[in-house]
T-cell receptor, first 113, second 115 residues
Framework: GQNIDQPTEMTATEGAIVQINCTYQTSGFNGLFWYQQHAGEAPTFLSYNVLDGLEEKGRFSSFLSRSKGYSYLLLKELQMKDSASYLCAVRDEGYSSASKIIFGSGTRLSIRP | GAVVSQHPSWVICKSGTSVKIECRSLDFQATTMFWYRQFPKQSLMLMATSNEGSKATYEQGVEKDKFLINHASLTLSTLTVTSAHPEDSSFYIC???????????FGEGSRLTVL
């Protein structure tokens, strides 16, 4: 079975740092994605982790621990435009573009001034 | 970068009619495309995997006869919602993977409202 868990909602302050956690239990694992989705829009790609460790990309970083089935997305220097839903997704088998990607329920992040 | 385009962005139809949504990969060939559905404040639920030149693979609980998928070429997949009902109102999103990149790119989404 497939199970991807992340908090439903989080709130943070502009300029601060926030960490969004994701745990997964899937039949297979071949990579973990983080996507950002603003209301009414399609998701946009943020990061992709296939090996353990931290991947940094500007204000956003993503961490993966395959042995623990755990990932987090770290957002620094928060801006009001970062208010969005953040989706954790796992590719369950194979590395090709034909492999299914299963999404978690998403975390709605609200940034307050 | 790779671009996936969906059409129409918005569609309103009467109950009982059929609606077709197109998904195109604009600058790469996609042998596989995925169709997702998203209800308000919920995450994306995979409906089916669209395979070029063969039948689509549907997820459990998705009606094959209601959601018809055609992947006639390497750049186009279509989803037809047949005999639509108000409960089919949702945000439908397609995605396609660049074979070399392995990354999944999303279309803009199509918001369907069935009256």
């Amino acid at each position: 079975g497939q199970n991807i868990d992340q908090p439903t909602e989080m709130t943070a302050t502009e300029g601060a740092i926030v960490q969004i956690n994701c745990t997964y239990q899937t039949s297979g694992f071949n990579g973990l994605f983080w996507y950002q989705q603003h209301a009414g829009e399609a998701p946009t790609f943020l990061s992709y982790n296939v090996l353990d460790g931290l991947e940094e990309k500007g204000r956003f970083s993503s961490f993966l621990s395959r042995s623990k089935g755990y990932s987090y997305l770290l957002l620094k220097e928060l801006q009001m435009k970062d208010s969005a839903s953040y989706l954790c997704a796992v590719r369950d088998e194979g590395y090709s573009s034909a492999s299914k990607i299963i999404f978690g329920s998403g975390t709605r992040l609200s940034i307050r001034p | 970068g790779a671009v996936v385009s969906q059409h129409p962005s918005w569609v309103i139809c009467k109950s009982g009619t059929s609606v077709k949504i197109e998904c195109r990969s604009l600058d790469f060939q996609a042998t596989t495309m995925f169709w997702y559905r998203q209800f308000p404040k919920q995450s994306l639920m995979l409906m089916a995997t669209s395979n070029e030149g063969s039948k689509a693979t549907y997820e459990q609980g998705v009606e094959k006869d209601k959601f018809l998928i055609n992947h006639a070429s390497l750049t186009l997949s279509t989803l037809t919602v047949t005999s639509a009902h108000p409960e089919d109102s949702s945000f439908y999103i397609c995605s396609a993977g660049d074979r070399e990149a392995g990354e999944l790119f999303f279309g803009e989404g199509s918001r369907l409202t069935v009256l």
